[in-house]
């Protein structure tokens, strides 16, 4: 059995360099075309069912999988990406010269920086884990489609590691890929 952590393509905020958190921004053309791929990637899984994050561009992306491959989608509330309060709309180079020491923080230590007005990492982990108690113990296959830094978030309870989520820097790194995490065959 496998499960696939899915980033969308990209959106305008990433072009311009900006933090989205859960901020619901349409894909580029060029992150459509590569949700185009990330379909062609997971054609020929056996996918059970298709979970999606309610926040754009993850819920687009998704409905978009779910049609091509014919896998039932479920939209998941829980699985909202992670709210980065006041960063929201902020380029990297913004926070990091308004928040010098913050911004530093957040690129070594990521779990432990709460972004002004947002959710704390333990927050997110404890919603995400949630949504996905009940998905792991179900022997199927899956695909959850989220954001960063969610995304890298989920990875880390589907694998059973401690809270993870990925910096500033990353984020771009992460977008619009396929992670495929093999399974064993029983999860208590």
């Given at each position: 059995?496998?499960?696939?952590?899915?980033?969308?393509?990209?959106?305008e905020?990433?072009?311009?360099d900006?933090?989205?958190?859960?901020l619901?921004?349409?894909?580029?053309?060029?992150?459509e075309?590569?949700?185009?791929?990330?379909?062609?990637?997971?054609?020929?899984?056996?996918?059970?069912?298709?979970?999606?994050?309610?926040?754009?561009?993850?819920?687009?992306a998704?409905?978009?999988?779910?049609?091509?491959?014919?896998?039932?989608?479920?939209?998941?509330?829980?699985?909202?990406?992670?709210?980065?309060?006041?960063?929201?709309?902020?380029?990297?180079?913004?926070?990091?010269?308004?928040?010098?020491?913050?911004?530093?923080?957040?690129?070594?230590?990521?779990?432990?920086?709460?972004?002004?007005?947002?959710?704390?990492?333990?927050?997110?982990?404890?919603?995400?884990?949630?949504?996905?108690?009940?998905?792991?113990?179900?022997?199927?296959?899956?695909?959850?489609?989220?954001?960063?830094?969610?995304?890298t978030?989920?990875?880390?309870?589907?694998?059973?590691?401690?809270?993870?989520l990925?910096?500033?820097?990353?984020?771009?790194?992460?977008?619009?890929?396929?992670?495929?995490?093999?399974?064993?065959?029983?999860?208590t």
């Amino acid at each position: 059995m496998s499960r696939f952590v899915v980033r969308p393509g990209e959106t305008e905020f990433d072009v311009q360099d900006r933090i989205q958190g859960d901020l619901n921004l349409p894909m580029t053309n060029r992150g459509e075309a590569q949700v185009a791929e990330i379909i062609e990637a997971l054609r020929g899984q056996d996918l059970d069912v298709l979970y999606a994050s309610p926040s754009q561009p993850s819920l687009a992306a998704a409905e978009r999988i779910a049609d091509e491959l014919g896998v039932p989608l479920k939209v998941l509330d829980r699985l909202a990406n992670v709210n980065l309060g006041l960063w929201q709309g902020m380029s990297r180079a913004e926070i990091r010269q308004k928040q010098p020491r913050l911004f530093r923080q957040w690129e070594e230590a990521p779990e432990s920086v709460c972004a002004p007005q947002g959710e704390t990492c333990d927050e997110a982990c404890d919603r995400a884990s949630r949504a996905l108690r009940k998905l792991m113990r179900k022997n199927i296959s899956f695909a959850i489609v989220a954001s960063e830094p969610l995304a890298t978030l989920v990875v880390s309870v589907l694998k059973g590691h401690g809270p993870k989520l990925c910096g500033p820097a990353k984020m771009a790194d992460y977008r619009s890929r396929v992670e495929c995490l093999e399974t064993p065959e029983t999860v208590t």
